[in-house]
């Protein structure tokens, strides 16, 4: 009688395991309209957001923010839409003409869809029996980026959630490549601008901070050739083995590029990996109008991409290539006792990410939707309207910095310590009132405003306005 009691309670809730009215997981047999109804207003709800861009300012503000713990009882879709324009009412709105300060231009449309797509399949690219499809365009994908930026035939790739990740992982894998993992050591050499990500990237793989030697820069804000063989030298005569070189491809701030070919050369010479972070500046060795930019790339032995910085593939969007594929599996391979064998290499040993969703969806679509000519026009686009800004700007008393992307930093030619800070927040000021949003970076103690011209809809109105507010203050 028991036994029949339990049976019967658990059929029941196989039968209905949630309250109704509240569709918590699209349903197997048919087409589920309530799926389709929530789809339906929250694409709208997107749409109206992005189409009353214009209405608001670029800089995003604290909105009201509805509780964040969940209540005892569960609430329908139509409640929490109502919460989630709340929270979207105070984003960052990256399709506003305004929106200069920082390397987030707006997403493509299909980079969008391919995100929700993505979400709904909710596949694992950790092993192959769970994602073959998409394992199989992914590892194409990566051996194409990595064959058209020159890495050779071997080459190959893995996604990661970030730059700092793929920066990190190319570290990692250098290393072991090396046969450093026991030295600590060990030093990695770069430009002073190098990103922030690499020191983190130390701090994880147990190195102390002062494994990595940043070198002094020229006046364009790249690492000179002189500057690293003599560090290398350096370097060899106190007995400390290089993991590896930095060489950049776009700095933050500056948008320089290092003299790629040399610092590669250099490293052939003397036996050391030759890591690009090219999380900025990359995106020009799939283009054949501007390839020559980042001439040097192909000698590196990996590779930092991110086509979300100005391609519009919705965030995150980062890959690490490397020349000889088989090193990644080589360095992250552990054994996966819970799937089953296969005779490549599974997503999961690819790198230090287990479980990853199928985010090649929206840098596959984006790349086809663009096809090579709008990868050179997208470039084209940002490189001009840097252009202008900088031709608006030059008859004014501002000291612009030199750069080889789609970043112009600047600062007031005459001032210093306290003054220039004081007048850098003003002009901050003035240009957020005219909804006009730059950025308030330090270089070298110098306080800056930056201006990233990869936003689509940045035009000539705000580029002269930006120089009308420059030139009141």
Same mark, same amino acid.
């Given at each position: 009688?028991?036994?029949?009691?339990?049976?019967?309670?658990?059929?029941?809730?196989?039968?209905?395991?949630?309250?109704?009215?509240?569709?918590?997981?699209?349903?197997?047999?048919?087409?589920?309209?309530?799926?389709?109804?929530?789809?339906?207003?929250?694409?709208?709800?997107?749409?109206?957001?992005?189409?009353?861009?214009?209405?608001?300012?670029?800089?995003?503000?604290?909105?009201?923010?509805?509780?964040?713990?969940?209540?005892?009882?569960?609430?329908?879709?139509?409640?929490?839409?109502?919460?989630?324009?709340?929270?979207?009412?105070?984003?960052?709105?990256?399709?506003?003409?305004?929106?200069?300060?920082?390397?987030?231009?707006?997403?493509?449309?299909?980079?969008?869809?391919?995100?929700?797509?993505?979400?709904?399949?909710?596949?694992?690219?950790?092993?192959?029996?769970?994602?073959?499809?998409?394992?199989?365009?992914?590892?194409?994908?990566?051996?194409?980026?990595?064959?058209?930026?020159?890495?050779?035939?071997?080459? #190959?790739?893995?996604?990661?959630?970030?730059?700092?990740?793929?920066?990190?992982?190319?570290?990692?894998?250098?290393?072991?490549?090396?046969?450093?993992?026991?030295?600590?050591?060990?030093?990695?050499?770069? @430009?002073?601008?190098?990103?922030?990500?690499?020191?983190?990237?130390?701090?994880?793989?147990?190195?102390?901070?002062?494994?990595?030697?940043?070198?002094?820069?020229?006046?364009?804000?790249?690492?000179?050739?002189?500057?690293?063989?003599?560090?290398?030298?350096?370097?060899?005569?106190?007995?400390?083995?290089?993991?590896?070189?930095?060489?950049?491809?776009?700095?933050?701030?500056?948008?320089?590029?290092?003299?790629?070919?040399?610092?590669?050369?250099?490293?052939?010479?003397?036996?050391?990996?030759?890591?690009?972070?090219?999380?900025?500046? #990359?995106?020009?060795?799939?283009?054949?109008?501007?390839?020559?930019?980042?001439?040097?790339?192909?000698?590196?032995?990996?590779?930092?991409?991110?086509?979300?910085?100005?391609?519009?593939?919705?965030?995150?969007?980062?890959?690490?290539?490397?020349?000889?594929?088989?090193?990644?599996?080589?360095?992250?391979?552990?054994?996966?006792?819970?799937?089953?064998?296969?005779?490549?290499?599974?997503? @999961?040993?690819?790198?230090?990410?287990?479980?990853?969703?199928?985010?090649?969806?929206?840098?596959?679509? #984006?790349?086809?939707?663009? @096809?090579?000519?709008?990868?050179?026009?997208?470039?084209?686009?940002?490189?001009?309207?840097?252009?202008?800004?900088?031709?608006?700007?030059?008859?004014?008393?501002?000291?612009?910095?030199? #750069?080889?992307?789609?970043?112009?930093?600047?600062?007031?030619?005459?001032?210093?310590?306290?003054?220039?800070?004081?007048?850098?927040?003003?002009?901050?000021?003035?240009?957020?009132?005219?909804?006009?949003?730059?950025?308030?970076?330090?270089?070298?103690?110098?306080?800056?405003?930056?201006?990233?011209?990869?936003?689509?809809?940045?035009?000539?109105?705000?580029?002269?306005?930006?120089?009308?507010?420059?030139?009141?203050?």
């Amino acid at each position: 009688m028991r036994m029949t009691h339990q049976r019967t309670r658990c059929l029941q809730v196989l039968s209905s395991p949630f309250p109704e009215g509240l569709p918590l997981f699209p349903g197997p047999g048919a087409v589920d309209p309530e799926l389709q109804a929530v789809l339906k207003h929250s694409v709208e709800l997107l749409c109206r957001w992005y189409g009353d861009s214009h209405q608001h300012g670029p800089r995003p503000h604290l909105s009201l923010v509805p509780g964040a713990a969940p209540l005892e009882q569960g609430r329908s879709p139509d409640a929490l839409l109502d919460d989630l324009r709340t929270v979207m009412a105070g984003a960052f709105r990256p399709n506003h003409p305004g929106a200069l300060a920082h390397l987030d231009p707006p997403p493509l449309a299909i980079s969008v869809v391919a995100d929700l797509v993505a979400s709904g399949l909710n596949n694992n690219l950790l092993a192959e029996e769970l994602s073959p499809s998409l394992t199989r365009l992914e590892r194409q994908l990566c051996r194409w980026l990595a064959d058209r930026i020159g890495l050779g035939p071997d080459a #190959g790739g893995v996604p990661a959630s970030g730059g700092s990740l793929s920066n990190l992982m190319a570290l990692v894998c250098a290393r072991k490549q090396a046969g450093l993992q026991t030295r600590t050591d060990a030093v990695v050499l770069a @430009g002073s601008a190098v990103h922030v990500s690499f020191h983190k990237a130390l701090t994880v793989m147990g190195l102390p901070p002062e494994a990595l030697r940043t070198l002094p820069l020229d006046q364009a804000g790249r690492l000179c050739p002189d500057t690293l063989r003599q560090a290398l030298q350096l370097a060899q005569q106190q007995g400390r083995p290089v993991l590896a070189v930095v060489g950049v491809a776009g700095t933050t701030i500056q948008g320089a590029i290092d003299p790629l070919a040399e610092l590669g050369a250099l490293c052939r010479e003397f036996g050391v990996w030759f890591h690009v972070d090219a999380a900025i500046g #990359g995106v020009c060795g799939l283009s054949d109008q501007h390839r020559w930019r980042v001439a040097g790339l192909e000698l590196a032995d990996s590779v930092c991409l991110n086509p979300q910085k100005l391609l519009g593939i919705s965030k995150p969007s980062s890959v690490l290539l490397v020349r000889r594929s088989e090193s990644l599996a080589d360095t992250f391979s552990t054994a996966l006792p819970y799937m089953e064998e296969t005779a490549s290499p599974q997503g @999961g040993d690819l790198g230090l990410q287990g479980t990853r969703g199928a985010e090649v969806l929206k840098l596959w679509l #984006g790349l086809q939707h663009l @096809g090579l000519e709008g990868i050179d026009a997208v470039i084209s686009a940002a490189l001009e309207r840097r252009q202008c800004l900088l031709q608006l700007l030059e008859p004014l008393p501002l000291t612009l910095l030199p #750069g080889d992307l789609h970043l112009l930093s600047f600062r007031h030619a005459s001032l210093a310590g306290e003054a220039a800070m004081g007048w850098r927040d003003r002009v901050h000021q003035a240009l957020l009132e005219h909804n006009l949003w730059l950025s308030k970076p330090n270089l070298n103690g110098q306080p800056l405003l930056k201006a990233v011209l990869g936003n689509p809809f940045t035009g000539e109105r705000e580029l002269q306005q930006i120089a009308a507010v420059l030139q009141a203050s």
